[in-house]
């Protein structure tokens, strides 16, 4: 058994498909806009999990999503080869990141804000 998809929870989910494509460098796997299902998976793992950018369209969704958000907590976490290197080029392309990169003993992360309801954290492990 293996972990085929996991969704996250997007206030519109046209927009977080064109954010995590042409910002982030998700790839395609799946855009019918007339039914709002819009999956992307990473280039780097083309045969790794997806990810399906689920629309919050009810109340459950809406008030999870905004109660983890009040917590500062982020609803995904993406790895990363080079945190440091990810967020200067992120930054150049305007993502708005809670704070500058730290390490500590688990590796190296950061914050930033998907632009579609959710705080996103990039981690790169311990080397």
């Known amino acids: 058994m293996r ?3 996991c969704s996250v929870h997007v206030t519109d989910p046209a927009a977080a498909f064109d954010f995590y494509t042409s910002v982030l460098g998700f790839e395609k796997l799946l ?3 007339e039914h709002q ?3 992307v998976k990473s280039p780097e793992d083309p045969d790794g999990v997806s990810l399906l950018l689920e629309p919050s369209d009810n109340k ?3 008030k999870y999503a905004q109660g983890i958000r009040n917590l500062g907590l982020p609803a995904i976490v993406f790895g990363s080869p ?3 290197a990810d967020y200067e080029r992120l930054r150049t ?3 708005q990141f809670i704070g500058a990169p730290s390490t500590d003993a688990y590796g190296t992360s ?3 804000d998907d632009t579609c309801g959710n ?3 990039l981690h790169e492990d311990e080397k």
């Open 3 to 5: 972990i085929k998809m």
């Open 31 to 33: 855009s019918m806009p």
């Open 37 to 39: 299902l819009y999956i």
């Open 60 to 62: 459950v969704s809406q």
């Open 82 to 84: 080079d945190v440091q």
């Open 93 to 95: 392309l305007g993502v």
């Open 110 to 112: 950061v914050i930033f």
């Open 119 to 121: 705080l996103i954290q």
